[in-house]
């Protein structure tokens, strides 16, 4: 399977526990995002990976969660504490930077959080 | 002004026929517009993307892109009920964040038989 792979597929939590997701991206892409998303809404930019580092963090991100990529594959998405506001469904997508023209993301099927 | 505006729907349409689903944005140095399909409950795919003036068609979709208006559109030519689905606008912005994609908030399009 060459596609964007989340798990756990479903996660339900009580609050103030933790919940860490993982994301193992298309091999051959350098470049990993999380975003967010809640019901009638679209996707929401978490933070962004190239290669290892992180290059970006959303300033709606609050210090509860908290995003690795250690060897530049796979990367986890880690909520601390977790609050009823966190309950969304997290997706991963990758794509690979250098490619003249767009650039395309690629999703995972994503990760659903629901905190009771 | 929300970065990228879409219709939230629903918008319905009898099988066969054609769907339009338009998209503003606001940041007017945006290089690349994309499109995609996302069924309930499943992850967004990529249908197409354009990033010039004009039409650019891939089988039944076409996409149009003005950017003096800020405008674009996605059209579903011979609509089928699969097609019923949440179709999100996206927009690559420029300068240092380029490498990221900002989405609108999506338009249910519902196909009837």
């Known amino acids: 399977d060459t596609g964007v792979s989340q798990n756990p597929r479903h996660k339900i939590t009580k609050r103030g526990q933790n919940v860490t997701f993982r994301c193992d991206p298309i091999?051959?892409?350098?470049?990993l995002y999380w975003y967010r998303q809640t019901l009638g809404q679209g996707p929401e930019f978490l933070t962004y990976?190239?290669?290892?580092?992180?290059?970006?963090k959303s300033r709606l991100l609050s210090d509860r969660f908290s995003a690795e990529r250690p060897k530049g594959s796979f990367s986890t998405l880690e909520i601390q504490r977790t609050e009823q506001g966190d309950s969304a469904m997290y997706l991963c997508?990758?794509?690979?930077?250098?490619?003249?023209?767009?650039?395309?993301?690629?999703f995972g099927a994503g990760s659903r959080l629901t905190v009771l | 002004q929300k970065e990228v505006e879409q219709n939230s729907g629903p918008l319905s349409v009898p099988e066969g026929a054609i769907a339009s689903l338009n998209c503003t944005y606001s940041?007017?140095?945006?290089?690349?517009f994309f499109w995609y399909r996302q069924y309930s409950g499943k992850s967004p795919e990529l249908i197409m993307f354009?990033?010039?003036?004009g039409d650019k068609e891939d089988g039944r979709f076409t996409a149009q892109l003005n950017k003096a208006s800020q405008y674009v559109s996605l059209l579903i030519r011979d609509s089928q009920p699969s097609d019923s689905a949440t179709y999100l606008c996206?927009?690559?912005?420029?300068?240092?964040?380029?490498?990221?994609?900002?989405f609108g908030k999506g338009t249910l399009l519902t196909v009837n038989p």
């Open positions: 997508a990758s794509s690979l930077a250098g490619i003249s023209g767009a650039n395309v993301l690629t």
């Open positions: 354009i990033y010039s003036n």
């Open positions: 940041d007017r140095g945006s290089q690349s």
């Open positions: 091999s051959e892409h350098n470049r």
């Open positions: 990976f190239q290669n290892e580092a992180q290059l970006e």
């Open positions: 996206a927009v690559n912005k420029s300068g240092g964040s380029n490498y990221k994609l900002t």
